[in-house]
Each structure stands twice: as C-alpha cells, then as structure tokens.
C-alpha cells in the first residue's frame, strides 16, 4: 500500500478540472498549470527515488487484491518515464505561455494538455491491461481535443485522419484484449504472463502477440502503420506536436515494450524476430522521411519515426545491452524531441515560414537558437558528450552481441543520416548570406529559449552524467529482462 | 426550432410536456439511487435526465430551457468529475490506498435504517458528467447555424 504512485495521476486530474472552472481567465489558468506540473516534477523524482531505494511499488486501488482490482505498478522503467513526461509537460507550457493564440487558450487548451499528461502518466504506471486502454482512450480523447483545437482547415482534415486511425486501432485494441481474456480469463498484466507461462505460448498466443503488435504499433508508428503519423502531426501549433512527438508515440513503444518483455515472451524466435524487421525498415522509411523533405517540421516529425525503430531495435535484440540502450535512448529522444520541436516553432515564429529554401543566414540575428539547434542536433544524432550517444552505443553493442550485424549497421548508418537531415536544417537556414526577399521577424523569442535550454541542459547532463543515470537505468533493465521481478512485485507469491 | 410559415400551436405537446418531465426526472433518480442493488447507477440515471431537459427542449426552444434551468453545463461535468475525484481522495486522509469506499447503515428521520456508501457520491459525480456532457453536445450542436 503505498498512494504516493498515485500522485502522479491524481495531479494532473484535479488541475485539469480546476482549470475548467477557470475557464476564461488566463493569468490564473497558465499560474495554476505551471505551479502544478512543477510540483508534478518534484512528485515523479520521489517516485524515482523511492522506486530506487524500495524497489517496485504497487498500489491496490480500492484495497481489491492484485489479479481482481486495479494495480498501479512504478517499476523503474516506468518511473523514469513518469519523470520524463512531467520535464516534458512543464516545458511545453513554458512554451506554449509565448506560442499559443489567445483564442486557444481561452477554449480549455490548459485543460487538455492536463488531461492528456494523465493519460500518458497512467499508461505509463498502470499494471492493467484494461486499464492501459482506458488511459489511452484518456490520452487519445485529449490529442484529438487538441489537435483540433483552433479549427484551421489543414487541422480539420488531418484530425479527421488522426481520428479515424485511432478509432480504428483502439477498436483492435479491445478486441485483442477480448482474445487475450478468453484464452487466459484475467486481464492484470502480471496474472497474465504467469498463466501464460502454465499454459505455454500456444500458436493463438503468439498470434494475439502479433494483434497486440499490430495495435501499438498504429499507436506507436512503426513501418507499415505510420502513415497517418507525418500529416496529423504537421497541423497543429508546434507546442503541440512537440507534446505528441515527445510523448504520445513514445507511450505506444512503452506498452509494446512492456507487453513483449512481461507477457508474450515464450516464443521470442518468431515474434521477436518480425519486431526486428519492423524495427530495421521503420528506421529506413524514418530515415528516407527525413532526408526527403526541406520543410523543418516534416523532417524532425519522420525522425520521430527513426527513433521509434532505434527503440524498438533494442527491445527486439533483447539482451541486456540492448534493453538497457533503448531504455536510454527513450528517455533521451523524449527529451531531445521536444527541443527540438521548440527550436522548429521559435524559427518558424522568427521566419513567419517552415520552408527550409526560403530562409538563409539566421546565425547573424539569432545566434542563441543556431547554436542551441546544433547542440540538439550533435545529441540527437549520437556524438559523445551529448545525451544520444549512450543508448546508441548499447543498442548497436547488444545487437552485436546478438549476432544481428546488418540490422545494428542500419542503426549506426541511420545517425549519420539523422545527423545530415537536422544539419542540413542548420546549415541551410543559419549559414550564408540572409536570403534577399527575406528579413527576419522582430518578433522577440525571449519567452521561446528558456524552455529549449532547460531541456538541452538535461539532454546535456544526462549524456556526461551517465555514470549517475547508469545505476536507474541498470534497474529498469533487470525487471524488463526477468518479469519475476515484476510478477513478484504484484502478486506478491 | 426552426421557424416555419406556418403557425403551429404546440399546446397539447407542452401540456403533456409539462406532466412528463416530472415524471422521466423521478424516474431517473430512483434509476440512480437503485444503482447498487439493481441495474441502474450514475450513468443510466444521468443519461434519462438529459433526457427529460432534452423533451422540454424539444415542447419549448432553447431560450426558456435555459431560463427554466440556467445551469453552465460545462462546469456541472466539471463538478461532476471534482466530487468523483475527491470520494477517491477521500481515501488518502484515511490511509488506505485510492478510492477505496466504504459504507455503513444510518438511522435517518424519515427512511429508518438506511444503507449509505460513499460509491454512491462516485455515483453522483457520474450523474453530473453525464448530464453535463449530454447537455453540453446537444445545446452546442442546437445553437450553431
């Protein structure tokens, strides 16, 4: 019995429906949501600590025993990630106090970006498979509310897009939970693995594996379900797909990894082994995305999907190397997404345009932001002392060690060409001669850098101090690798 | 409602309205206080109020619905989801994990021994969403042009 997991939930609840009593008044809504997910902040890092220093925590809601109520389990993969999620969401409404319209903030745009923190904070710390779904009908509801929000025509028929893929997957989600019951009669995800493991993985399990693959996969955008993912996220405002690019796909690798490291884990050579053909093209295909488009968001947004693949690269390989590096470059691509889609809506907020072929030479007037972009782009291509390369490094290391030499030569190819794909950004929109028909808004970015700096400092600190992350990240690993650890943690048997 | 050219004369209708209302909202208050014995609760109870406030939208137009009951519906779903919250946060004073309920019998004046449940507050906070969500879409929809 421990309510302290529940915090990280129950905060953004009650600040979204406060903020709805707010309503119109906007010096109140952006006080009350920023107080709120700082102390949000300081909630995950004792959640973290404590995970660190006692092990898994877990939380009967309701005083119902484990396999028949909910569990909140915070194990330290899914701590770290709370802690990453609220960073996240405290700088995004840094950022969205200088970007966003007032006619958006006036319609609960507080209040949405709340209610979706909660569903990624649930998914992250749920132990229900059912209970999953519902935080990420929660998280869903609140990415249509926003992606919409502001009704221009491109975010109207992109959330009509957006809607119908989600619709479409949550429906495949129900279902391959319904499968899932019939065959093994309990939906807690520790009772499940155990029963799994009494009745072996029969070919009907590995094929409901396959249907969970196929669900967090449309969620999660890897190689053949992405499709939906570079249009719906070029509509809305940059805040807000910096919120999405930096979370909501990443819930999606989240429950993947979750399911495929706990439940379906008994026939790893077939379903592993099509994880990693996914992995590899959803790296080429993110990779082709970026290097094709000249427009700034369109090549930030497909290195969502490479790094998508990265993850699940290493959950596939599954060996300690490997878990451990996509545990790492999780957390460091939630972080690094998100600065660079605020460096992406500062330039564009200076430019007035996302076309990278009609700005040139913007280093002489914002010197600031071109090197924060450089900085951002060394970390999230991989080059030491930044926050890339750690991760990188174990993923390529585990698949080595795996025996998958091509696959992990796709991985160290794919950083080459994520880091020609940003620089190009650098080196067409910051170097030369300021293009003539163009003359750089006046407009201050004053409000925009602080938050673009808070997260390159961490994406920083998390590369050189490493040795300081390692001992977390090695915790997390261990349960992934022996759902044990978990199962004991739950059921307590 | 639409005006048409034609002068229509809803007397019956808002007479029978007027009866009718009466009797849907009594109807979805015993639903929802029987919710925990019986089928019924917050959702379907909740559901058949919007459904009297919908049939007094249908007899007479917006304007006198609202004026009847001038609630912000928006901020009643908000209550709603407030009062659900608490009974969950109720919990944590009494250290025991979230949401978890608990209910005991009370002599009350009139109804004698009485079973009370705190689900039945979670209840209410689901009765008040749902009749501010339903409320909220179907006035929304009606106001647009």
Request: one cysteine or more.
């Amino acid at each position: 019995m421990n309510n302290l997991i529940i915090l990280p939930i129950v905060l953004p609840l009650l600040t979204g429906i406060l903020l709805i009593f707010l309503g119109k008044n906007i010096k109140w809504q952006r006080w009350l949501s920023a107080i709120s997910s700082f102390i949000g902040i300081i909630i995950a890092c004792i959640v973290v600590q404590t995970v660190h220093e006692n092990g898994i925590q877990t939380l009967e809601i309701g005083s119902w025993k484990a396999p028949y109520g909910i569990v909140l389990v915070a194990d330290m993969y899914s701590s770290l990630l709370v802690l990453t999620t609220s960073i996240i969401g405290f700088t995004t409404l840094l950022f969205a106090f200088s970007t966003i319209t007032r006619e958006r903030e006036k319609f609960y745009f507080y209040s949405g970006v709340q209610f979706l923190l909660l569903g990624v904070t649930g998914a992250f710390l749920t132990g229900d498979l059912f209970n999953l779904f519902v935080f990420f009908e929660v998280m869903l509801m609140s990415s249509y509310m926003l992606i919409v929000l502001g009704s221009t025509k491109a975010q109207l028929r992109e959330s009509m897009k957006y809607i119908l893929v989600n619709v479409i997957s949550s429906a495949l989600f129900v279902i391959s939970v319904a499968y899932l019951y019939a065959v093994t009669g309990t939906l807690n995800m520790a009772d499940l693995s155990v029963r799994i493991t009494e009745l072996g993985q029969s070919g009907l399990i590995t094929v409901i594996s396959i249907m969970f693959l196929i669900v967090f996969g449309l969620k999660g955008a890897i190689f053949p379900l992405y499709f939906w993912l570079p249009g719906s996220y070029n509509a809305p405002p940059t805040v807000i797909t910096a919120l999405f690019g930096a979370l909501l796909t990443k819930v999606g690798v989240y429950s993947l990894t979750r399911v495929y490291t706990l439940i379906f884990i008994h026939d790893q050579a077939f379903t592993h082994q099509i994880l990693l053909w996914l992995a590899a093209l959803t790296i080429i295909f993110g990779v082709i995305g970026s290097l094709a488009y000249s427009d700034i968001k369109k090549i930030i947004i497909y290195n969502i999907i490479t790094a998508v693949g990265v993850i699940l690269f290493g959950v596939a390989v599954n060996n300690q190397a490997a878990i451990e590096g996509s545990i790492y470059y999780l957390v460091h691509d939630m972080i690094i997404k998100g600065a660079l889609f605020y460096l992406v809506g500062a330039i564009i907020a200076v430019t007035g345009t996302s076309n990278l072929k009609k700005f040139s030479g913007l280093i002489a007037s914002h010197p600031l932001l071109g090197w924060m972009l450089f900085i951002a782009a060394l970390s999230l291509a991989g080059i030491p002392p930044f926050s890339g390369f750690i991760g990188k490094l174990k993923i390529v290391q585990g698949g080595f060690e795996a025996g998958e030499y091509t696959f992990s030569l796709v991985v160290l190819l794919s950083s080459l060409f994520v880091l020609y794909s940003v620089m190009k950004i650098f080196i067409n929109g910051f170097w030369g001669e300021s293009a003539k028909n163009f003359a750089p808004k006046v407009q201050t970015i004053k409000g925009m850098v602080f938050p673009i700096a808070i997260l390159l400092i961490l994406s920083i600190g998390y590369g050189v101090g490493t040795q300081w992350v390692s001992p977390y990240i090695t915790q997390a690993s261990e349960t992934l690798l022996d759902p044990s650890i978990y199962i004991q943690a739950v059921l307590k048997e | 409602m639409k005006k048409t050219n034609l002068k229509t004369n809803d007397l019956i209708f808002q007479t029978a309205t007027k009866v009718i209302v009466f009797l849907i909202i009594i109807y979805s208050w015993h639903l929802f206080f029987s919710g925990h014995y019986t089928p019924g609760g917050g959702f379907i109870g909740g559901l058949m109020t919007s459904g009297a406030i919908v049939l007094l939208l249908l007899a007479y137009d917006i304007k006198t619905v609202v004026s009847i009951l001038p609630f912000d519906y928006i901020k009643m779903a908000a209550l709603g989801l407030l009062i659900a919250l608490l009974t969950g946060i109720g919990s944590l004073f009494y250290n025991v994990p979230f949401l978890t309920h608990t209910f005991g019998y009370v002599e009350l004046p009139l109804l004698g021994e009485t079973a009370l449940a705190t689900a039945v507050l979670f209840d209410l906070g689901v009765y008040l969403v749902v009749i501010g969500v339903t409320m909220t879409i179907i006035q929304t929809i009606g106001e647009t042009e």
